[in-house]
C-alpha cells in the first residue's frame, strides 16, 4: 500500500514479506490522508466546471493499458485522482448543481457511508449480522413517523419497510409482488393479460420494470396529462382507461402514482386515484423518490393525504434527505406479499432464528442476496440533525426555489410554465419575448424550442451552472432545481444573472 516503494518488484515475496491489506496503523495514515482530500475538494468545489468538459474516451488517453504489476503509494494514487478523474466530473455536490434532482449528502450521511463500509456486513438475514436488519426496522419505522405514514406500513402495525438501491429496485419488487398475488388469483397462464398503468410524467423507472417482470409490452398503459392539471394524472382517465381493458378481457393489475415528477415535480392526486384502483383490485405503489423527503415538514405532509389507499410507497432518502447514494426507502402494508415473491430458502442460509419466524430476513425484501448497511447512514442523518433541523434544510431549499421564480417572474421575457410545488422551477424564454408574426404556430414553437436549448446549451457550457430540460406539453422547458447541500442564496442569484445574460447574447443576436 502507501508505505511500499512502488519500484519493488513482490514477484518470489515470500507469503511473510506480503503487506496486510489490513492494517489499522496504515489505514488510519492513508484514511486521514482520504479524509483531507475529500475535505480540499469540498472546500474548492466552486472552482470546477459544474459539468464537466471532457471528451469521450478521455481517460483512456491518461491511464496506462494494463493495472500495475507493483504497488503505488496512495499520495501517487491521490494525484492520478485530482489529475485525471476530477476534471472527469460532473460536480452532483456543487452550489450551482440545479440538474435533474439532487443526491445531497451531509458529514453525517458521508460519516455514516464511512461506517457502512468500514463494518462491510452482508445483512442478508437477521443472523448473519443482527444489527443490520434491526436498525433497518427501527430507521423506517423513525422515518415512517416523521411523514406520519399510516401505522399499517410500520413494523409498529403490521407492514414494514426496505432500503433498496432505488427506485427502479423498488417498482419491480412491488410489481413482482402484485403480478404473483393477481396470478394466484386467475391462474399463471393469464399472465399475458395483465396491465400496468402510468402517466405521461411517470418515471420511465416503471416502463424498465414492466419489462423485467414480464408484463405484455401492449399492456402497459401510458395515459396523459395536460397542463390545466398541471401535469398530474385524472382519475377521470385513469378509470377511463381500465374499463376499456376490463371491457377487453384484461386484467388491471399496478398502479404507479407520483408525488413530484421528474419533468415538472407534479403530484397525482392519490386519494382519487387510490379509490378507482380500490374499485378494481389494482396494487397502488406511490413513487415519492424526489418529493417524499419534503413530506416531513408539516406544509408539505397533505402532499401523500390518500396514501393510506396504497400498498406500497418509496422515497429516496439518498435525493433530498442529505443521505448519500444509495438509500431508497420501501414501505409495504403487508410483508407477505414481498416474501411470498422474493423467498428463497436454500439449506445453507438455514438458521433456528429464521426458522422461529421472529424475525426479519432482508433477503426476502428484494432483488438480490446481499445486502449493505444502509441504514447506518440513515441513523446517523436523522441522529446528527434530528426532525427540526432536517425540515429546516428542506425549507431553505424551497425557499431558494421560491427566490427563482420570483426572480423569472420579474422579467417579462421569461415565463414559469407550470407553479412550483417544491424546489423546482420550470421556465422558458415566452413565445411573447420573441416577436415572430407567423400562421404556423408550429413554427413559432418549434422557434421557441431553439431558443430555449440554446439558452440551456449556453448555461451549462459556460460550467458556472447545471441545468437540465424537459418537455411537457409539447414545450421544452428548463429546470432548475434546487437540493444540494452547499447551495445558498447567492448561488441562485448567480444562476440567474447567467440565465439572464445568456438570454441577451441569444435574443439581441436573432433579433428577437
Known amino acids: 500500500m502507501g508505505s511500499l516503494n512502488p519500484q519493488e518488484s513482490n514477484i518470489n515475496s515470500s507469503p511473510t514479506d506480503m503487506p496486510s491489506a489490513l492494517d489499522p496503523v496504515e489505514f488510519r495514515r492513508q484514511g486521514h490522508m482520504m479524509v483531507d482530500f475529500i475535505a480540499d475538494y469540498y472546500q474548492n468545489i466552486e472552482k470546477y466546471p459544474v459539468l464537466s468538459q471532457v471528451e469521450p474516451g478521455y481517460l483512456r488517453k491518461c491511464l496506462p493499458e494494463s493495472a500495475p504489476a507493483n504497488p503505488e503509494p496512495i499520495e501517487s494514487i491521490l494525484q492520478d485522482v485530482q489529475n485525471h478523474i476530477v476534471p472527469g466530473l460532473t460536480h452532483w ?208 405532509r397533505h402532499f401523500i393525504d390518500g396514501v393510506e389507499g396504497a400498498n406500497s410507497f418509496s422515497l429516496n432518502a439518498h435525493k433530498w434527505l442529505f443521505t448519500a447514494l444509495d438509500c431508497c426507502c420501501v414501505w409495504v402494508k403487508d410483508p407477505s406479499t414481498f416474501t411470498s415473491s422474493l423467498s428463497t430458502n436454500p439449506e445453507f442460509l438455514r438458521n433456528k432464528a429464521t426458522d422461529s419466524k421472529q424475525v426479519v430476513d432482508y433477503k426476502d425484501w428484494q432483488i438480490a442476496l446481499s445486502r449493505r448497511f444502509r441504514a447506518m447512514k440513515l441513523w446517523l442523518v436523522l441522529k446528527s440533525y434530528g426532525s427540526v433541523n432536517l425540515r429546516n434544510f428542506l425549507r431553505s431549499h424551497v425557499k431558494m426555489a421560491t427566490l427563482f421564480e420570483e426572480l423569472v417572474s420579474m422579467d417579462r421575457r421569461f415565463e414559469v410554465v407550470v407553479p412550483r410545488v417544491f424546489s423546482l422551477v420550470c421556465f422558458r424564454v415566452s413565445p411573447s419575448a420573441a416577436i415572430i408574426i407567423s400562421d404556423d404556430e408550429i413554427n413559432v414553437e418549434n422557434r421557441i424550442d431553439k431558443v430555449n436549448r440554446k439558452l440551456l446549451e449556453g448555461i451549462n457550457a459556460s460550467g458556472h451552472a447545471f441545468m437540465t430540460h424537459a418537455v411537457v406539453g409539447g414545450m421544452y422547458v428548463i429546470r432548475c432545481a434546487i437540493g444540494v447541500t452547499l447551495t445558498e442564496e447567492k448561488h441562485i442569484a448567480m444562476a440567474w444573472k447567467l440565465v439572464q445574460e445568456h438570454a441577451d447574447a441569444i435574443l439581441m443576436k436573432n433579433n428577437i
Open 93 to 300: 455536490q456543487s452550489p450551482s448543481f440545479f440538474a435533474y434532482f439532487a443526491s445531497n449528502v451531509s458529514i453525517a450521511g458521508f460519516l455514516g457511508e464511512l461506517l457502512c463500509t468500514g463494518f462491510n456486513v452482508v445483512g442478508f438475514s437477521w443472523v448473519s449480522s443482527p444489527a443490520v436488519t434491526e436498525l433497518e426496522s427501527i430507521v423506517m419505522d423513525w422515518l415512517g413517523n416523521l411523514l406520519t405514514l399510516p401505522k399499517s406500513f410500520l413494523f409498529s402495525g403490521n407492514g414494514g419497510g426496505v432500503i433498496h438501491g432505488s427506485t427502479c429496485e423498488a417498482i419491480i419488487c412491488t410489481m413482482v409482488a402484485a403480478r404473483d398475488q393477481m396470478l394466484r388469483q386467475i391462474g399463471l397462464d393469464n399472465m399475458q393479460k395483465l396491465v400496468v398503468y402510468g402517466s405521461d410524467q411517470t418515471h420511465s423507472a416503471l416502463q424498465k420494470a414492466c419489462q423485467i417482470v414480464g408484463i405484455n409490452p401492449n399492456n402497459f398503459r401510458v395515459i396523459k396529462t395536460t397542463k390545466s392539471t398541471s401535469f398530474a394524472l385524472s382519475p377521470e382517465c385513469l378509470k377511463l382507461a381500465i374499463s376499456s381493458d376490463v371491457e377487453a378481457g384484461l386484467v388491471p393489475l399496478f398502479l404507479c402514482a407520483t408525488v413530484g415528477t421528474t419533468a415538472t415535480a407534479a403530484v397525482d392526486p392519490l386519494d382519487s386515484l387510490c379509490q378507482v384502483a380500490k374499485y378494481y383490485g389494482i396494487w397502488v405503489h406511490v413513487d415519492a423518490a424526489y418529493a417524499g423527503s419534503a413530506c416531513i415538514c408539516p406544509e408539505f
